[in-house]
């Protein structure tokens, strides 16, 4: 890990904690990119060059997983994802799609305009953060779909994935998830998930306009899409109703071989290093965790500050990106993140509060 490591580090990575709001590009992946406009400079020869990458992608992602490469595909983004599903699912009268009151806009939207049948239920999370412990208690006999983020980009808490998939199962109710600030940083487990969907440009590394979007078979065949095209004519259940983003999957496919050379695990071991570094010396600072030690997935969520928006403004000027989000300080290191980073990003901090 090193070697890669000190090379991603330093220069224009060095003091960034935003990677929840974009991930850093490798070179290598800018590299694909460009090798991926080559291959279609060639027009229909190219197709020699971009199978066998495209091939590799849904390998590679189907192996960091835990899934069949047949799971994987590709789409524009998690909102066109969710909204794909939202408006496949064969929808009965009184159905609920449960989510949580204070969702990230794409996971909580894509459900408001599916007709006067569905109900979208909203609930709090509970005392000290406690998003899963909402979710099982709201769990019902009308539940269809619960809609999750595995990581809260608001306030860093995690959901246990395989104890609400298996209420959804319970329930017969789908479990539908947006991984954009999960998969990448922390450990993901899809047995219980029907419909997982993770965008490439926070910690996946590969920039905008490209998803992974994982679905299970079953899942997917109690679908009947209606967003269709030449992709998915009736009576395929595939979402994907157009050509592939090759550069985006180019880019994701980069993206994972140089996650993979360090080491999906021991990038998940460091990012969970970090942040819980981070959690408790800024504790000691006065200035609150939102997520629990035990919850706390790669962002750390602070609250305490007077004025959120100035103190980003002014670690900014000390060379530190962070960001405020939900009237909070939100912190995101990675795998470029360096101890020497952290040092700097408390000292800041001591002095902003």
């Known amino acids: 890990m090193g070697d890669l490591i000190r090379r991603l580090s330093g220069g224009p990575s060095a003091g960034y904690f935003d990677t929840a709001s974009i991930g850093l590009v490798p070179r290598e992946v800018r590299q694909a990119v460009a090798d991926c406009y080559d291959a279609m400079g060639l027009g229909t020869r190219g197709a020699l060059r971009w199978r066998p990458v495209t091939e590799r992608?849904?390998?590679?992602?189907?192996?960091?997983?835990?899934?069949?490469?047949?799971d994987i595909g590709f789409m524009a983004s998690t909102g066109e994802a969710l909204n794909a599903f939202a408006h496949a699912v064969p929808w009965r009268p009184g159905d609920e799609v449960l989510v949580l009151s204070d969702e990230f806009p794409t996971v909580r939207l894509p459900w408001l305009e599916l007709g006067d049948e569905v109900t979208l239920a909203e609930v709090p999370p509970l005392a000290g953060d406690d998003r899963l412990g909402a979710l099982l208690a709201a769990i019902g006999p009308r539940t269809r779909v619960v809609a999750v983020s595995q990581v809260s980009s608001f306030t860093g808490t995690t959901i246990?994935?395989?104890?609400?998939?298996?209420?959804?199962?319970?329930?017969?109710?789908?479990?539908?998830?947006?991984?954009?600030?999960?998969?990448?940083?922390?450990?993901?487990?899809?047995?219980?998930?029907?419909?997982?969907?993770?965008?490439?440009?926070?910690?996946?590394?590969?920039?905008?306009?490209?998803?992974?979007?994982?679905?299970?078979?079953?899942?997917?065949?109690?679908?009947?899409?209606?967003?269709?095209?030449?992709?998915?004519?009736?009576?395929?259940?595939?979402?994907?109703?157009?050509?592939?983003?090759?550069?985006?999957?180019?880019?994701?496919?980069?993206?994972?071989?140089?996650?993979?050379?360090?080491?999906?695990?021991e990038i998940q071991v460091r990012v969970a290093e970090l942040a819980q570094r981070i959690r408790a010396e800024t504790a000691e600072l006065g200035l609150l965790p939102v997520a629990s030690a035990a919850r706390t997935g790669g962002i750390v969520s602070l609250a305490g500050l007077p004025d959120v928006p100035a103190a980003v403004d002014r670690l900014a000027g000390s060379g530190i990106a962070v960001a405020s989000r939900g009237g909070r300080l939100r912190i995101s290191p990675y795998l470029h993140t360096t101890d020497a980073d952290v040092d700097h990003l408390l000292a800041e901090l001591s002095a902003v509060r």
Not at 57 to 70: I, L, P, S
Request: proline share 6%; charged share 20%; glycine share 12%.
């Open 160 to 265: 246990d994935l395989d104890v609400l998939g298996a209420a959804c199962a319970r329930a017969g109710a789908m479990l539908v998830c947006d991984g954009a600030q999960a998969a990448g940083a922390v450990p993901v487990e899809l047995s219980g998930v029907d419909f997982y969907v993770a965008t490439g440009y926070k910690w996946l590394l590969a920039g905008f306009g490209v998803a992974v979007v994982i679905a299970k078979r079953e899942s997917l065949d109690r679908l009947k899409p209606s967003l269709l095209g030449h992709g998915n004519p009736p009576p395929s259940a595939k979402l994907s109703y157009g050509h592939l983003n090759l550069p985006g999957v180019y880019a994701l496919e980069a993206a994972s071989a140089v996650r993979r050379a360090i080491g999906f695990p």
């Open 57 to 70: 992608a849904r390998e590679t992602f189907a192996a960091e997983f835990g899934v069949t490469a047949d």
